[in-house]
């Protein structure tokens, strides 16, 4: 499995429409997870933290599964601005410790 | 405002010709580091720095060096640069480490000829 595997997609969806993304990581003594996004190009900006009891920010959900080694997103109502690659990040642990960044997974949202 | 610079934001060098990039943060941040990000690959940590004088490597290290003299500033260096370097280039601080928000700067696009 690789460290962190998100779906490039794109997904595309129609405004006011709910998408969720999913993202599995190999390091099972990963501590530290989190949704970044990215606009084309441009630096990747923090969305949200990922805590073990999920966490919501306005239309933003995300969760985390330790036992099966998956964090998920979801985006309720999704707007035109939500159009972005979408970055899962780990914390890795092992020998030293680092991020490791998905390749993230573009969404594309339509009028 | 609290933000990351880098310069140049854009450059064009050829084989061989020493270059430094430079990043500077105003918030105070102890941990700083660079990243690259190249099509199909992703984002990938190339030097990473916990505090003044203290830099190790992540997982790219090769062909570039880094310095962290003053808390704020975090040079990236290419001694010899090669066209397999050519990428978008981010450099990132945080408060305190992994475990908190990094900040990027707006990236750096280096092209080497």
């Known amino acids: 499995r690789k460290e962190v595997e998100q779906d490039p997609g794109p997904f595309n969806v129609p405004e006011g429409a709910t998408v969720a993304f999913n993202c599995t990581y190999s390091?099972?003594?990963?501590?530290?997870f989190f949704w970044y996004r990215q606009d084309c190009r441009k630096e990747p900006k923090l969305l949200m933290s990922v805590y073990s009891s999920g966490n919501e920010d306005g239309r933003f959900t995300a969760q985390l599964n330790r036992a099966s080694q998956y964090i998920s997103l979801l985006i309720r109502d999704s707007k035109l601005s939500d159009s972005a690659t979408y970055l899962c990040v780990v914390n890795r642990i092992s020998g030293y410790s680092t991020l490791t960044f998905g390749k993230g997974t573009m969404l594309l949202v339509s009028p | 405002e609290a933000q990351v610079t880098q310069n140049p934001r854009y450059l064009i060098t050829v084989t061989g010709k020493k270059l430094t990039v430079t990043c500077s943060q105003n918030m105070n941040h102890e941990y700083m580091s660079w990243y690259r990000q190249d099509p199909g690959l992703g984002l990938r940590q190339i030097y990473y720095s916990m505090n003044v004088e203290v830099t190790d490597k992540g997982d790219v290290p090769e062909g570039y060096k880094v310095s962290r003299k003053e808390k704020r500033n975090f040079p990236l260096i290419l001694e010899s640069p090669s066209p397999n370097q050519t990428s978008l280039y981010f450099c990132?601080?945080?408060?305190?480490?992994?475990?908190?928000?990094?900040?990027f700067g707006p990236g750096t696009r280096l092209t080497v000829l």
């Open positions: 990132a601080s945080s408060r305190a480490g992994l475990a908190d928000t990094q900040y």
């Open positions: 390091n099972s003594a990963s501590q530290s």
